[in-house]
Structures are given as structure tokens and as C-alpha cells.
């Protein structure tokens, strides 16, 4: 009898375990935590999931707007490059060519200083004038150097001259006029630096006293 109520003691423990057992199961404590631990990891993988699609997102239409610009720039010209495009070439005139050898001169010395017309004779060859006759004034005292010339004479060429007269000579006077054989004629004056001497005046003679003899006494 004993026996039978030591087996019906250890068959009601075990089925008190099992009650227990089904029993914690069924409120399910530690179910509870380990599915609460489960939808946490799966709600951040989710989250982690979309915002990495967001910054995908993101970063491919910034490229897109990136390469949309770029494409934008290269198509406008600039300002610069139009009106650049419109601008008409512009061509620099040419300078005239003089002919020198052609143009006929004369040099009249009027300073009275010898080799005077000589010596400008000489620089307008430096400058390439060859046709060039010299000779004396009919008057030796001028003052100013002249520069009688024609109308047919280019205005360059009448420029130079007198530029270089300029150089050497205190004065130079310019007179448009009728010339005859010559395109133009040169007088020449006093030179820089010059001062004319004055002429000596004629010195008077004088009378010398008559001497008057005086008788001696006798």
C-alpha cells in the first residue's frame, strides 16, 4: 500500500511539473522578451534599409543636376565669345610710300656763311633727297630761313624738311608759291648759335696841324 502511495505521490509531482511547465509556457514570459528583442533588430535593419535608399536616392539626382548643368554651361556661349563672333575685322591703313629721288630741290645760300648750302644739301641726302641743286642768294643777310614750295608738293615731305631746318637754324618760314623747275626752295638763314659780327665803321681821316715858323731875331 505504501509503495502504491509513493507512485501516485511521484505521478502527481510530475504532473504538477508538467501543469507548471505548460503553464509558464502559456504565459510566456520568456517568449515575450525574445520576440520583443527580434522585431527591435528588424525594426532597425528596416530603418537602416529605407535611409540608405533615401541617401542613394539623394546623391543620384544631385548627379544628375551636377551633369545637367555642366551640359548647360558648355551649350550657352559666353557673352564675350558673341560678341567676339560679331565683330568686323579691321584693316590698318598702309603707310604711303614717298618718293624722295623724285622731288626737285634747290638750296640758295642767304646767311652769307660759306659752305652753308652745302652742308644742307648734304643732310637731305641722309634723309634720301638726290635731286638737289645749290647756289647763293641774290641778298646774303637773311635772317630766317625760308622754304618757298609748290602746291603740288606732298605735305609729308614738306613736314620733313622743315623739321630738319629746325635742327640747325634759329628760324624757319614756310611760303606756299609759283616755283620755276623746283618743287622746292630752300634759303637759308642764321644758323643756331650765331651772331653776326657788326661791320667795322669807316674811320675818318684826320688833319694833321700846319706848322708855323717864327722869325728869329736877328
Known amino acids: 500500500m505504501e509503495e502504491a502511495k509513493e ?14 511547465e505548460t503553464a509558464r509556457t502559456d504565459v510566456g514570459f520568456p517568449q515575450s522578451r ?3 528583442k527580434g ?10 534599409v529605407v535611409l540608405a535608399v533615401i541617401g ?27 560678341y567676339r563672333q560679331r565683330q568686323l575685322p579691321t584693316s590698318t ?12 630741290i634747290q638750296v640758295l645760300n642767304g646767311s652769307g656763311i660759306t659752305g652753308d648750302a652745302a652742308k644742307v644739301k648734304r643732310e637731305l641726302e641722309k634723309l634720301g633727297y638726290s635731286n638737289i641743286e645749290t647756289g647763293n642768294a641774290s641778298e646774303q643777310n637773311f635772317v630766317s630761313s625760308k622754304i618757298n614750295y609748290s602746291e603740288s608738293l606732298d605735305s609729308k615731305i614738306l613736314e620733313e624738311i622743315k623739321d630738319k631746318l629746325e635742327e640747325f637754324y634759329q628760324s624757319v618760314e614756310t611760303n606756299r608759291t609759283n616755283i620755276r623747275n623746283y618743287d622746292l626752295q630752300i634759303i637759308t638763314g642764321y644758323p643756331k ?18 706848322q708855323t715858323s717864327t722869325p728869329t731875331p736877328s
Open 56 to 82: 542613394g536616392g539623394i546623391m543620384f539626382f544631385s548627379r544628375k543636376q551636377n551633369d545637367l548643368n555642366k551640359a548647360k554651361s558648355q551649350l550657352t556661349p559666353t557673352p564675350t565669345s558673341s
Open 7 to 20: 507512485v501516485e505521490n511521484l505521478q502527481s509531482e510530475e504532473v504538477a511539473e508538467k501543469t507548471s
Open 39 to 48: 522585431s527591435t533588430i528588424e525594426k532597425i535593419i528596416v530603418l537602416v
Open 93 to 104: 591703313p598702309t603707310p604711303l610710300e614717298i618718293n624722295r629721288s623724285a622731288v626737285r
Open 34 to 36: 525574445l520576440s520583443k
Open 193 to 210: 648759335s650765331f651772331s653776326p659780327t657788326p661791320s667795322p665803321k669807316p674811320i675818318s681821316p684826320t688833319s694833321k696841324p700846319t
